[in-house]
């Protein structure tokens, strides 16, 4: 539930960007610096995600990520519609991406805790409830832009449900004896003593940053741009564009329900090197196809970004003792992909279009493929 309504809050001002960008008449660089904030927000708040879940815990961080983020929510509406501002909603996108990045990280470490006890493969699981949660969230924006709802009003009630329904979530984590916090955990509770070091200098774990990186790319580019690259590339109404949108999601969805099956068959590599070459190949038929192809290409680019963040996440933490430093160091590689692809992404789409620009996603399929050995299952230990 923690990770289906933090999907909901991220999709739901996720499918208004088409708005911004209208309501202030932003080109797309404007736009893509604007959407920087949220990445700066990200940045300020994921090094030291890994410090506040071992000092207050993941139930703790979760709670307080989630009020954050609702309160983003709010001013990133009142910025556009109140003061019709790209400073102001910028402003409001960085509140937001504050608290929802101590929310994901610490709903990470609790999912890779889970995991661990388990004894099974289930990151994916929890990854598709995100999923599922974006797809409600952008179907709910689809109507609500439809029927001329602004964004103020729709954000307010996506931040009311957030707290409603996210805030009791936290009261059914494990205990914090039960989580690998500064040291790998026994079912007693116990904790033996962890791994010395930063997590900074293991290459191990910095080329599953990559993996994350490039994976994060390959899933952001859609979620900010897919909607109006098909509105403006393939031209279509706002409400298709949204619609392309919810495609994706869903698809994502999908792969990570079925994933979790293809990961226990075949193990994490060549899951993933199969799923790299989809979301390139998806990307092209999007940029290059009709409108119907684009629909199609938009399905193969969703079920191909589907595992390459959860399987990041899994891999990082195959450690109990060390799993909150990793998770902090490869998250924040990972999200760096928020501030990389807005700018740059704008940047090209002044240039060449923003459906053109989409075109770097299948360029980007080549580093990650490379990278992709370094996610394989690890004993848990010293890297």
């Known amino acids: 539930m923690t990770f289906a309504v933090n999907g909901f809050g991220f999709a739901s001002w996720a499918a208004r960007i088409p708005d911004i960008r209208t309501d202030l008449a932003l080109t797309p660089g404007e736009l893509g610096r604007t959407l920087l904030a949220g990445a700066l927000g990200t940045v300020l708040a994921l090094p030291m995600a890994g410090r506040v879940i071992t000092a207050l815990g993941a139930a703790r961080t ?96 996506a931040a009311a449900l957030v707290l409603v329904l996210g805030l009791p979530t936290a009261r059914a ?31 191990r774990t910095l080329v599953i940053g990559l993996v994350v990186l490039v994976a994060a790319l390959t899933e952001g580019a859609a979620n900010d741009w897919i909607a109006i690259a098909v509105t403006d590339g393939h031209d279509q109404s706002g409400w298709v564009g949204v619609l392309a949108f919810a495609t994706f999601l869903g698809a ?52 191909g970004a589907s595992l390459g963040f959860p399987v990041g996440m899994s891999a990082a933490a195959d450690d109990p003792a060390r799993s909150a430093a990793r998770l902090s160091v490869v998250s924040t590689i990972g999200y760096l992909a928020f501030i990389v692809g807005p700018p740059l992404l704008g940047l090209l789409g002044d240039r060449v279009g923003v459906l053109r620009s989409l075109l770097l996603i299948g360029v980007l399929a080549l580093p990650a493929l490379a990278a992709v050995p370094a996610v394989r299952e690890r004993s848990p230990g010293p890297r």
């Open 173 to 203: 984590f494990l205990a914090r004896t039960q989580e690998p916090v500064g040291g790998a955990t026994t079912t007693a509770g116990t904790t033996t003593t962890s791994a010395r070091g930063s997590a900074w200098l293991e290459p």
């Open 62 to 157: 979760t709670t307080t990520g989630i009020v954050v983020a609702a309160l983003g929510l709010v001013a990133l509406g009142a910025g556009l519609d109140l003061v019709g501002s790209a400073v102001a909603t910028a402003l409001g996108l960085l509140v937001f991406a504050v608290g929802v990045s101590l929310w994901d990280v610490a709903m990470n470490h609790e999912g890779a805790a889970v995991e661990q006890h388990l004894g099974r493969t289930v990151m994916p699981l929890f990854h598709a409830c995100f999923s599922a949660g974006t797809v409600l969230g952008a179907l709910v924006a689809a109507g609500l832009v439809a029927v001329n709802v602004p964004v103020l009003a729709h954000l307010v009630g």
């Open 252 to 303: 994502m969805t999908g792969g990570r329900v079925v994933g979790v099956l293809l990961l226990d068959r075949f193990g994490r590599v060549p899951v993933l090197r199969g799923l790299f070459v989809l979301a390139g190949v998806g990307s092209l038929l999007v940029v290059l196809g009709s409108t119907p192809l684009a629909f199609v290409g938009v399905v193969l680019w969703g079920v």
